[in-house]
């Protein structure tokens, strides 16, 4: 079983501080790499995209990934509070033709004013 | 253009009933999901289609459910008998065909099984 896994949460940070969000995953040879974002009752939002080795940035956002630590983060500067919400680590799973997403359960992100 | 659309966007229905759910994938879009979001156990992949073939389907949790794709632009899912512990937010999502193509997700039903 493929897992992906993220603290829960809550995460509170005040506004205008940088939140950083962590997930891990088991399945060593997956290639690409999400974040979305959800907001309370809505859907997820995709924000991130990431495939390579490194660091990211688009806008206030920046993607890591550690292909050997198996390891994906997002961190969020100058954070709002219309950040708040839950954001999704998503993982393409390894193998053939397979397009599966395995997500974590997300980390709820609060962003105080 | 137009995004990922599902119908309906809630639905109560009583036990034993029959549920249809519908999704209509972004144009040009090969490749298809429905996933099933409940608190205790996230967001997990029921089925997907890749040019209207289902693809894999291990995670359809029991033959109650059910789900098809008639052409590129139209998909159902179906629960029938429905139960209470069916009642969960259902989303289809759409993508292009490949590992690093993002997925895009409708709006979702919220299911309701009293």
């Known amino acids: 079983q493929k897992e992906v896994e993220q603290n829960s949460g809550p995460l509170s940070v005040p506004e205008g501080a940088i939140a950083s969000l962590n997930c891990t995953y088991s399945?060593?040879?997956?290639?690409?790499f999400f974040w979305y974002r959800q907001y309370s009752g809505k859907s997820p939002e995709l924000i991130m995209s990431i495939y390579s080795n490194g660091d990211k940035e688009d806008g206030r956002f920046t993607a890591q990934l550690n292909k050997a630590s198996q390891y994906v983060s997002l961190l969020i500067r100058d954070s709002q509070p219309s950040d708040s919400a839950t954001y999704l680590c998503?993982?393409?799973?390894?193998?053939?033709?397979?397009?599966?997403?395995?997500f974590g359960k997300g980390t709820l992100l609060t962003v105080n004013p | 253009d137009a995004g990922v659309i599902q119908s309906p966007r809630h639905e109560v229905t009583e036990m034993g009933q029959e549920v249809t759910l519908r999704c209509k994938p972004i144009?040009?879009?090969?490749?298809l999901f429905w996933y099933r979001q409940t608190m205790m156990r996230g967001l997990e992949l029921l089925i997907y289609f890749n040019n209207n073939v289902p693809i894999d389907d291990s995670g359809m949790p029991e033959d109650r459910f059910s789900a098809k794709m008639p052409n590129a632009s139209f998909s159902t899912l179906k629960i029938q008998p429905s139960e209470p512990r069916d009642s969960a937010v259902y989303f289809c999502?759409?993508?292009?065909?490949?590992?690093?193509?993002?997925?895009?997700f409708g709006d979702g039903t919220r299911l309701s099984i009293l």
């Open positions: 144009s040009g879009h090969n490749s």
């Open positions: 399945d060593r040879g997956s290639q690409s």
């Open positions: 998503a993982v393409v799973e390894s193998g053939g033709s397979n397009y599966k997403l395995t």
């Open positions: 999502a759409s993508s292009r065909t490949g590992g690093q193509q993002p997925q895009h």
